[in-house]
């Protein structure tokens, strides 16, 4: 991989550390900084110059394919959803079964994922991370008071 651009090298590396959750909510003006580039005062040389490039080329040139989507505050782009995956591999059925999988949870509102996740009983979480770590981890209705 060898991106020309500064601003897709600096837009790479900061897209890869949300691969994990696949979103990244950034503001313009947080953005321009992070980019270097803030002698862009017009929001549209930004897209063009700036964003539409490193993006363009980021999708061509590396293992990541990224989308954005633009947020107003009144007349105003004032913040930036960018949606962040691992390319589709060819002959790769289980990588392309959980990039579908995860679009279908990323299409999900909000609220219901969490409403789905309070239903989910504390003993069948046992298998996750518990700070507390009662005993062997494994818990049970009784376990919780």
């Not at 504390?122 to 919780?144: K, R």
Request: aromatic share 12%; charged share 25%; proline share 3%.
């Amino acid at each position: 991989m060898s991106l020309n651009s500064q601003y897709a090298q600096l837009l790479y590396t900061r897209l890869c550390k949300f691969l994990d959750t696949g979103i990244w909510r950034v503001s313009v003006d947080d953005l321009k900084i992070i980019l270097e580039a803030q002698q862009y005062t017009r929001w549209s040389n930004f897209k063009q110059t700036v964003l539409a490039r490193s993006m363009e080329e980021i999708n061509q040139k590396t293992d990541i394919d990224v989308s954005v989507a633009e947020k107003c505050e009144g007349r105003f782009i004032a913040t930036l959803i960018f949606r962040v995956r691992r390319q589709a591999r060819k002959n790769n059925s289980a990588f392309d079964a959980f990039n579908e999988e995860m679009d279908m949870v990323y299409a999900q509102p909000a609220e219901e994922l969490r409403s789905k996740a309070s239903q989910i009983p504390p003993w069948e979480m046992s298998h996750f991370y518990n700070p507390l770590q009662l005993g062997s981890g494994n818990f049970t209705p009784n376990d919780i008071t």
